[in-house]
């Protein structure tokens, strides 16, 4: 008899978002033996929640950046309809009536286009998104199937535009590649990367985002265009 991993259901849960998303998360054993999956959790103070990415790449560089910080390294890519977020949900109801995940499209950078080192893990961009613990929700009889925002996603758009045409659908032809593959341009964008602990940033410079491009090979910029700006250029 296989042995129950708490948060874990390969395959099952369904979702509705305009791309797919991923987690990055490890398989964690208690003292008395109980097995779970452990999610990766982003954001601070009252706005954090589960880190779910909308580009596998983005993930893959998580989780390489977090395997080279611990030992031993054991944080991996999974597809977010392998995660129980219906007993997860069920596990927090008793101190929270809201379940908290952020969407990650991308990472920060400072003045000089590096990467923002913090606590050990390169500084994300993503927008919050909440959702209510309903009652008498079921792992087997009542699942959660929960609707991302689609206007999260036209901020991801107007963040990339610069980039991507459309930005869920680059993230669709990029996100059925193969995991090994992605693993690889992963290592190879860490092994690249510009990265600060002590950043430098400028008001523009918040609105712009990074990621690695495996078409260009190379670390790529976009910006949010504010007030007809665009402050990502001025970094190129």
Known sequence: MTKKIHFYAPGTNDYISP???????RMTVNDDGVQWLETQWVGGGDVQGMALYTSIV????AAEVLNQAETPSEWKVYPFSDLNITEMMINTKAHKSHYGMMLVFGFSIDDFRNLILQSDLYRTLQFPESFPIGDGLDPITNKVILKFDESLFDGMNGYWHEEFPSYCESMEILNSQPLDLIKEHARNAVSTALVTAIPMISPATQYCVSTYSIEKQMWIVSSLAVNGSKPANKLH
């Open 19 to 25: 791309t797919l998303l991923f987690s990055v998360a």
């Open 58 to 61: 983005d993930a893959a560089i």
